[in-house]
């Protein structure tokens, strides 16, 4: 069995910074990526960032030159650094892990709130 715990939601000003991470823990066939998703309210939930096992990244528009996705794994963790945040943030942000089978496990989510 599988478990993602995201950590380091929470709420803060226009302009700060958050540093979300994930960690993984079970029996994860070798990781293919490992992704961050949002779902702002009332919105479908959409791609962040994804870090790939040979080390590429992908970012979508809106986090480029803001948030940075980095990994630990000897950790199995995830992290996303989030800077330069805006209202339009706000979101539950998800972690994902895909493995070598394209199986993907999601966490639970934690709530980032941004405030003017």
């Known amino acids: 069995q599988v478990q993602l715990v995201e950590s380091g939601g929470g709420l803060v000003q226009v302009g700060g910074s958050l540093r979300l991470s994930c960690a993984a823990s079970g029996s994860i066939f070798s990781l293919f990526a490992m992704s961050w998703y949002r779902q702002p309210p009332g919105k479908q939930r959409e791609l962040v960032a994804q870090i790939f096992s040979g080390g590429s990244t992908n970012y979508a528009n809106s986090a480029k030159g803001r948030f940075t996705i980095s990994r630990d794994n000897a950790k199995n963790t995830v992290y996303l650094d989030c800077n330069i945040l805006k209202p339009e943030d706000t979101a539950v942000y998800y972690c994902?892990?895909?493995?070598?089978?394209?199986?993907?496990?999601w966490g639970q989510g934690t709530q980032v709130t941004v405030s003017s």
């Open positions: 994902k892990i895909t493995d070598r089978t394209m199986r993907d496990y």
